[in-house]
Every structure is written in C-alpha cells, then in structure tokens.
Nanobody
Framework: QVALVECGGELVQPGESLRLSCATS????????LNWYRQPPGQEHELVAT???????NYADSVKGRFVISRGNRANTVSLQMNNLKPSDTAVYYC?????????WGQGTQVTVSS
C-alpha cells in the first residue's frame, strides 16, 4: 500500500558524515510517525530516530547530538543526517512509517564505518 525506498548507504571513514534518504509513495504530511531503525551485524534492530506529525523529534542516546531526522529537500522524502560517524554506527538502516493505512518498512541500506 505504501512503498518506501532507502538510499545513500556506503562505506565511510570514522568522523565523516553521510545523509540517508527515504523516498515514499505518499506525502510526508500523511504519516503520523516516521522512524529510522538500524540493525548492526549479529544484533537486533534498534530505533535510532523518530519524528512525529507534530514535528517532535527523539533520538537514541547513542546518536543524540550527531544524527538529525528531518523532511528531505525533495517532496515525499525523509532524511537522516549522520555526523561524526563511528564504527559502532555500522548497520543496515531502515525507514519505517505509520499512517492511517498501517505500518510499513523499506528494504534497508547498508552503512559501513571503517578505517
């Protein structure tokens, strides 16, 4: 019903920055909650950033002060700006949204932080 496509993941060095994008098939304003999750190798998935329809944002302690979730520059996109990346940020990152139609997930994009 709702399609989500993440892009932007790649190999970067510690301390560098990266922006992930999530393109959606509906207007961002139609979603009650937008989330970014990640799943490090061999671990369970973790909620890293949330943005509500009212514009309130929240972050996991491990990324607070380094990551920013926001509306993308293009219509129907949400972004995750990732600054001062660390090896512990290595994971598959997933876009997740909740709307009146249900809860939907993207396919994920790999972010690897290594020297």
């Amino acid at each position: 019903q709702v399609a989500l496509v993440e892009c932007g993941g790649e190999l970067v060095q510690p301390g560098e920055s990266l922006r992930l994008s999530c393109a959606t098939s509906r207007s961002i304003s139609s979603f009650a909650v937008l989330n970014w999750y990640r799943q490090p190798p061999g671990q369970e998935h973790e909620l890293v950033a949330t943005m509500t329809g009212g514009g309130t944002t929240n972050y996991a302690d491990s990324v607070k002060g380094r990551f920013v979730i926001s509306r993308g520059n293009r219509a129907n996109t949400v972004s995750l700006q990732m600054n001062n990346l660390k090896p512990s940020d290595t994971a598959v990152y997933y876009c997740n949204v909740r709307s009146d139609l249900g809860i939907y997930w993207g396919q994920g994009t790999q972010v690897t932080v290594s020297s």
